[in-house]
C-alpha cells in the first residue's frame, strides 16, 4: 500500500505545475515586413514576370505558396516555365494597370481597391487561384454596389458573376440593375449586351422605368444594331408588353421600319393589345377577369400605380416629425388608357412611412407617448374593405433613392406581396431598410440631404370574397 501511494505521489510531482511566466510573442508583423521588402527587389530574385512590357523580379517561393497556379507552373517539369528565368504573362488589357497592385497583394497581404479596380483584381485573382483576394473582392463589390451608379460597372459584374458562379453577388447586381433599368439603357454598354442578358431583364415584372413605351424605344435601338434580327425578335417580342402602351403609342411603333420589316412578327402582339383596348373601353367589369400581362414598375402618372414619398432634411427632423402620409391612393385595378380616368374601377390605399422609426404618437400632459422603435416600417392599408369585400392581391415596392456623382439612382429596393381583404387589410414591413444608413456622412440612401422614394402597387388579381371568383 505504501508503495503504491509512493508511486501515486511520484507521478503527482512530474506533472508540471501551470506556468503564469508563461506569454506568447506575435512578430508576424515583422514578419510580414520582411516579405514586403522583396517586394519586386532583385534581392535573392530568381525568375523575372514580363507583363504587358514591364519586367518584375519575384520569388518562386513567394509565389508557389500563394498561387496554386503558380505552384503547377514553376514547379512541374511539364511546364516549360519552370525551367525558365523569364516567364512572360499573358493578362487582359484591362487587368495591365492593376498587376502590380495584384503581385503586391501576394507579397504583402493587402491591396487598395476601387469600383474601377475591383474587377481586373478579381479576374487575376480567379485566374490564379488565389480564393482569398476573390472572395475579398467579391465581398466589395456586394457592398459598394449602391455606391457606383455607374451601370457600366454593375453590368460587368453582373456579366462576371453570372460567367464565374459568383451568386450573391450576381443576385445583387441583377436587382441594382433592374431598379436603375432606365439609367442602364442609356449607358454605352446596352448596346452590346446579348440576347441572353436582355432576355432576363425583359422577363422580370421587377423593372423600374417610365412606361413600356419607354422600354421599347431604348429596346428598339439596340435591335438596331443586332445582326440577325428577324431571329432575336422573334426570341424577344413575346416578352414586350404591347397591352401597356397606348393606342398612341402601339400607332408610332407601326410607323417604325422595324416594324415595318418584320410585320408577321408583330401582328399577333398587337392583335392582342389592340383587342384588349377595345373590351376594357366597352366595359371593364367584362374584361377584368382576363390579366393578361403583369405591370412592371412603371413611375408614368399614366398607370397610377406609383406614387412619391418625400422628407425634406432628414437627418435633422425629429423622429416625431418624420411620418410620410399619402391618403386615398387611389390604385388603378386595370392599365385602361382609353377611358375617362374618372371611370376606371380603383382599389384606395392609405400609405404610411415612418423613415426614423416607428412610433403611434398621443399627447398627455404635453408628452408624445405611445408604441415606438427604432425600425424604419412601410404601412399600406386598404381603405373602405367592408364596402368592396373583393380580395386584392397587390404587389408592394418601395424603392428608395441615392445620388452620386450628379446621378440619382435606386440604392434600395424592397418588394412584398399581399392579400388585401376584410380579415387583412394591412400590410406592414418592419425595418425597410437600416436608420443607420441614413445617418452615415454623405449617406448614399439620401438625394441631397432628402429622403426620397416611389412606392408601386401592382394589383395582380381580384378575387370575390364569397365565392372566390376572379374578377
Known amino acids: 500500500m505504501d508503495a503504491k501511494r509512493a508511486c501515486s505521489s511520484s507521478s503527482s510531482d512530474a506533472v508540471p505545475s501551470k506556468d503564469r511566466s508563461k506569454e506568447t510573442i506575435d512578430d508576424g508583423k515583422h514578419v510580414v515586413h520582411r516579405f514586403q ?26 509565389l508557389i505558396t500563394a498561387s496554386e497556379v503558380f505552384q503547377a507552373m514553376l514547379n512541374e517539369d511539364r511546364w516549360r516555365e519552370a525551367n525558365q528565368l523569364e516567364v512572360t504573362l499573358t493578362e487582359d488589357e484591362e487587368c495591365l494597370p492593376v498587376f502590380k497592385d495584384f503581385l503586391r497583394y501576394v507579397y504583402c497581404g493587402s491591396i487598395t481597391l476601387t469600383t474601377t479596380t475591383v474587377l481586373p483584381v478579381l479576374i487575376l485573382s480567379d485566374k490564379y487561384c488565389i480564393r482569398s483576394l476573390c472572395k475579398s473582392c467579391a465581398q466589395y463589390m456586394l457592398q459598394h454596389v449602391v455606391e457606383s451608379p455607374d451601370t457600366n460597372r454593375a453590368l460587368s459584374w453582373y456579366q462576371y458573376a453570372k460567367i464565374t458562379g459568383y451568386n450573391q453577388l450576381q443576385e445583387e447586381t441583377f436587382k441594382f440593375i433592374l431598379s436603375n433599368f432606365h439609367i442602364v439603357q442609356n449607358s454605352p454598354d446596352w448596346l452590346t449586351l446579348n440576347r441572353v442578358e436582355v432576355q432576363e431583364f425583359l422577363k422580370s415584372s421587377d423593372i423600374v422605368v417610365e412606361s413600356e413605351y419607354h422600354l421599347w424605344k ?45 410585320y408577321q412578327l408583330f401582328c399577333e402582339k398587337f392583335l392582342q393589345a389592340y383587342r384588349r383596348h377595345s373590351l376594357l373601353s366597352e366595359d371593364v367589369d367584362k374584361f377584368s377577369s382576363t390579366m393578361m400581362e403583369t405591370h412592371r414598375n412603371y413611375s408614368s402618372p399614366d ?13 435633422v427632423k425629429a423622429k416625431i416629425d418624420s411620418k410620410i402620409i ?44 405611445g408604441k415606438h422603435n ?45 392579400n388585401f381583404c376584410q380579415k ?12 443607420e444608413k441614413f445617418q452615415e456622412n454623405n449617406s448614399s440612401y439620401l438625394v441631397n440631404g432628402r429622403f426620397e422614394a416611389t412606392l408601386f402597387l401592382k394589383v395582380l388579381s381580384v378575387v370575390e370574397g364569397k365565392d372566390g371568383a376572379k374578377k
Open 326 to 369: 399619402v391618403d386615398n391612393f387611389k390604385v388603378p385595378l386595370q392599365f385602361n388608357p382609353s377611358s375617362n380616368k374618372t371611370d376606371q374601377v380603383k382599389a384606395s390605399f392609405h400609405v404610411e412611412f415612418f423613415p426614423k422609426g416607428y412610433f403611434q404618437p398621443h399627447m398627455l400632459y404635453q408628452t408624445y407617448l
Open 37 to 62: 521588402e522583396l517586394f519586386d527587389t532583385e534581392t535573392l530574385s530568381d525568375i523575372v514576370l514580363l507583363v504587358g512590357g514591364a519586367r518584375y523580379a519575384a520569388h518562386k517561393f513567394v
Open 424 to 435: 387583412s387589410p394591412k400590410l406592414e414591413i418592419e425595418d425597410v431598410i437600416s436608420v
Open 303 to 315: 398607370y397610377g400605380i406609383a406614387c412619391h414619398l418625400t422628407l425634406i432634411n432628414y437627418q
Open 374 to 418: 427604432e425600425k424604419t416600417t412601410l404601412v399600406v392599408r386598404r381603405m373602405n374593405p367592408i364596402l368592396t369585400p373583393e380580395v386584392l392581391t397587390v404587389e408592394v415596392t418601395m424603392v428608395i433613392y441615392g445620388k452620386r456623382n450628379q446621378v440619382q439612382y435606386a440604392a434600395h429596393t424592397v418588394t412584398k406581396t399581399h
Open 218 to 262: 431604348e429596346l428598339a435601338e439596340w435591335f438596331a444594331h443586332q445582326e440577325n434580327v428577324n431571329e432575336v425578335l422573334k426570341e424577344l417580342l413575346p416578352l414586350v408588353r404591347f397591352s401597356f402602351m397606348t393606342p398612341k403609342q402601339l400607332f408610332d411603333i407601326e410607323s417604325s421600319n422595324l416594324y415595318k420589316e418584320n
